[in-house]
């Protein structure tokens, strides 16, 4: 069985300031690991993932995670927030036998300027 | 390319009443996923289809809600009788054949109001 947390339901940070959106995850088997972002009034999409190779992953808008098997976390990282940064963003594990993705509850991210 | 579409965008109904939602996924996506989200909580699958086929049902309340995808394209998801916990946002994903570790690509969801 696979299961995740997210340390975090709300993160307030002002602009330009860094931020660190925790998740930790159990599972029994080999995982995939998954950011996906909600902006205001948009649907879910895809931030970034780690299938195999460099433990550390980014994005194009400036995120990275890093996966850290022995401590089972993904935690994401961003040096310098913007005000469009503003949004929920859900860590998911996948399990790579079946695919079956299981979702954090959510961090609620909101920059202030 | 045209996105997820899913409809109606928001509804409210009355315990006990029935309510439909429907889903046309991205052309050429064979996998397509109804998932419930309820307010402060994640996402939960609650079917799989792959083509018109089920994969996964196993987290859908048999005994309230139905889902079909005719023709392996658009999918309309049920629920007959409402119950006030039944209040979220269905949320159809679809995905294109490649194994574990492909991306979903979202709709923006109906969002279910049981009074």
Redesign the interface.
Known sequence: AQS?TQLD?QVPVFEEAPVELRCNYSSSVSV?LFW?VQYP??????LL?Y?SGSTLVESINGFEAEFNKSQTSFHLRKPSVHISDTAEY?CVV????????I????TTLQVKP | EAGVAQSPRYKIIEKRQSVAFWCNPISGHATLYWYQQILGQGPKLLIQFQNNGVVDDSQLPKDRFSAERLKGVDSTLKIQPAKLEDSAVYLCASSFPGGPGGELFFGEGSRLTVL
Do not use: D, I, R, W
């Open positions: 995740v339901s995939y996906y009034n948009q649907g879910l999409q895809l993932k299938l859900f996948g399990s790579s036998n079946t695919g079956k993705l979702f954090g509850q959510g």
